[in-house]
Structures are given as structure tokens and as C-alpha cells.
């Protein structure tokens, strides 16, 4: 890795490295080398909804095109709120030279936490996570922020997914099966106001190894927090075990930890508020699927065969 000082590139340089000298500047102090080992250093993701770099001990995230900035600037100080912050993994202040938005995306600092390793299944954190929803959804918008946050973004991005196949592989012959599916989805109320994650899965934890932190697990990713029904931030997971995908002795050990915890998503029969929110995130990760494997020109792969075969028995099946 090149040790030389490096500075802030000029607004024509592509954003990817931008962002990545951002990063440097937030470690480094000015013109000082960088002795970062070289795992420290480097692209985390670099997708539509958003590009990760790490740098040391921090990452920074430039956010997806067309992020309302409003809304993302509140959605930031929940993140930062000390009501939430045995939750989330709080942002950090960005170089007083540095800008807040590449090319109009939003610029976010963090502190890199180790993810959950996915060569491990085993000791997936399945109770941590439930507890840690359960703690967020416990909590009352704080004072100051409850009037301006916005809905939480997950019954928005299902509908996205769905038009994104639609556009992207209407030909595909596994279309039709997902938009039947799509068809017993009714509205989604908007009875509870509660706070939510908006997008959960396993990949949206992280360990807090801040110093005098002993490693808990804690939430990352603002883009689709805000208000809404927790039932949808339980929804990928009772996706994953309706099509079983996710083994029932650990759906088991993730619903148990989060009614022990007072989660207020699900009531005596969880699948009266969980069949809506299944249902819909099974028709989401199909219709990513389709559009997903029709651009990249590959076939569908074992998982995403699953999640078109439950498709198919949603569609079978109305209820909505």
C-alpha cells in the first residue's frame, strides 16, 4: 500500500476515490503517512444504494443518488441520539476540510465494527439482533426529532423492487409467478408509529469496538430508518423461514429473545402482524433476483430459486 501523503482529490476525480481520501483525512492527520495494515484499507461496497470505504478505524459511506436530504439529516440524528445509543453505532464528525456530499450524495463517517462472519452461520447473533429490535422499537421517538422523522423506508422499497423487475425483466418467465405474489399484498396501514429499522438482516450488524467498548453487537445503517410497523423489521427473517431458508429452531431462538424482551411487533399469534411484511420482503428479494440475474445474464441461483418457489405458493395462497 502507498504510504505517501495523500490529500483531498479534486471534484473531478471519481467519486470512489474521493470518497476514499476523505476517509484518509479523517484518520490522518494533514500530509501524514498513512501505516495503516493493509486489511484496514479499502472498498467495503460499492452498489446503487450506496458505497462503503474503511480506512483504520473508521468507514465512510457515501449514500445513494437521490437521498432526500432532509429527511437523511434527521434519520443521522436519530442515529446519533443518546436514546438510541445502546442500538446504533453513533456517526462521527466529518474533517472540518471535507465535504458532506459527493456529486449531491450525502458523506457519512463511522466507526468500522467487525460484521457478523458469514463463513460462521452458527454463531449468527439471532438473539443479540432480536434484542436490540426490541429495544429500538421500546423507544419513544425522542423529543425534538418524533415530529420530524420521516416513514420508514420498507414498504416503499418492496413496491421499488417491484417496478425495478418490471423494467428490468418483464420477459423473465419467472415474472408473472412474482407479481401474482405481489398481488396479495394489500396497503400497508399506517397504524403504528413506532420506531423501526426499516431494512434488517444480518448484515446490518456490527460489533462496537470503540475503546471501552467489550464488543456488543450494534445497528448500523440509517438509509431507511424512521417511523412505522416493527412487524416489517421482523419481516425478512419469518421470509427466510416460510421458505425455509432459516432453520425453525433459530426463527424459534429470534422470536423467543424478542418477545423476552418486550418487542411490541408481534402479538399471541405473530404471524397476524408478520404474513404482510413475509410476504412482501419475499416478493422483494424475487423481484431483486430477477432483475438482478436478467443484467448480469446468469441464471438464477439455489436461494433465489427458493424465494421464486415461495412466489409461487404465496400466489396460491391469498389472503390479502
Sequence with gaps: MDSAPR???????????????????????ADAPCRCAGGQVGVLADRDDGTVVRHGGLVAKAHAPGTDPDAHRVRLALAAHQDVGGV?????????????????RPV???PYGPPVAPEDPDAAPWEEAARLLALLHRTPPPPGLAERLPDMRAPAK??????????????????ATVLDAWRTVPEAPAAYR????????????????????????RLIDVD?????????????PAAWFAAGILPPEVWS????????AGGPAVDADPWERLDVPARALTV????????????????LDEVEEVMIDTCARIAGHRTG
Excluded at 446504533?88 to 449531491?104: I, N, V, Y
Design 7 to 29: 490529500k483531498l482529490p479534486t471534484p473531478s476525480a471519481p467519486p470512489l476515490h474521493r470518497l476514499a481520501a476523505l476517509a484518509h483525512a479523517a484518520v490522518h492527520p
Design 88 to 104: 446504533f453505532l453513533p456517526p462521527l464528525p466529518l474533517p472540518r476540510s471535507g465535504p458532506d456530499a459527493l456529486d449531491g
Design 108 to 110: 457519512t463517517l463511522w
Design 158 to 175: 418492496a413496491a421499488l423492487a417491484v417496478d425495478r423487475m418490471r423494467r428490468t425483466a418483464p420477459d423473465h418467465p419467472a415474472a
Design 194 to 217: 413506532l420506531l423501526c429499522h426499516g431494512d434488517f438482516h444480518l448484515g446490518q450488524l456490527v460489533r462496537d469496538t470503540r475503546p471501552g467498548r467489550h464488543g456488543p453487537w
Design 224 to 236: 431507511d430508518m424512521g417511523l412505522g410497523d416493527p412487524a416489517w423489521d421482523l419481516g425478512r
Design 253 to 260: 431462538r429470534f422470536l423467543g429473545a424478542y418477545r423476552e
Design 284 to 299: 422483494q428479494t424475487a423481484a431483486l433476483a430477477l432483475a438482478k440475474s436478467t443484467a448480469e445474464r446468469r441464471p
